[in-house]
T-cell receptor, first 114, second 113 residues
């Protein structure tokens, strides 16, 4: 069965600092991996996704993530945090071509201070 | 503009009542999903549908029911059998289950009073 673990339910950074949100997954087949962002009382928005091909994936708002099969990880990074990045971030996994719905992690709340 | 609409935004339910949450999409997506969100729990899958007139249970289907009579619509009924229904409910759609890049609605917050 698939699962997702997000390390750290809350991450705090200063404006301009590196953002690193950690995600590890478990999957018995080649996974599809996703990062979503959620602002308060809203739905989720797709930041980026990995399906096949290049393991470094670039997304919206300057975020990127790297798929590392050997580490079963898909960590999200951004070189310089902005106040508007404060939100909740979710990592998700699916079994790709096996055709199952996304399984989400419990989320990481990112706070950005000035 | 294409999108996915959930209504109502806020819903209050009395003990023992069934309530239905609406989800409509005009994206021509085949697959639709319902998730429940609780603080610190992430999103948990309730039901999903890959095609009209077919749906599958997710991890927490007990106390919920769905229908998929039209491609555009995937309503969720929270029945009286759901003992702890207070939560934020999110509907999503995608072109296929394999595609994974979901479009989410803005959610319905259900509170038991």
């Amino acid at each position: 069965a698939q699962s997702v673990t997000q390390l750290g339910s809350h991450v705090s950074v200063s404006e301009g600092a590196l953002v690193l949100l950690r995600c590890n997954y478990s999957s018995s087949v080649p996974p599809y991996l996703f990062w979503y962002v959620q602002y308060p009382n809203q739905g989720l928005q797709l930041l980026l996704k990995y399906t096949t091909g290049a393991t470094l994936v670039k997304g919206i708002n300057g975020f990127e993530a790297e798929f590392k099969k050997s580490e079963t990880s898909f960590h999200l990074t951004k070189p310089s945090a902005h106040m508007s990045d404060a939100a909740e971030y979710f990592c998700a996994v699916s079994e790709g071509q096996a055709g199952t719905a996304l399984i989400f992690g419990k989320g990481t709340t990112l706070s950005v201070s000035s | 503009d294409g999108g996915i609409t959930q209504s109502p935004k806020y819903l209050f339910r009395k003990e023992g009542q069934n309530v239905t949450l609406s989800c409509e999409q005009n994206l021509n997506h085949d697959a639709m999903y319902w998730y429940r969100q609780d603080p610190g729990q992430g999103l948990r899958l309730i039901y999903y549908s890959q095609i009209v007139n077919d749906f599958q249970k997710g991890d927490i289907a007990e106390g919920y029911s769905v229908s998929r009579e039209k491609k555009e619509s995937f309503p969720l009924t929270v029945t009286s059998a759901q003992k702890n229904p207070t939560a934020f409910y999110l509907c999503a759609s995608s072109s296929s289950v394999q595609e994974g890049g979901y479009t989410f609605g803005s959610g319905t917050r259900l509170t038991v009073v």
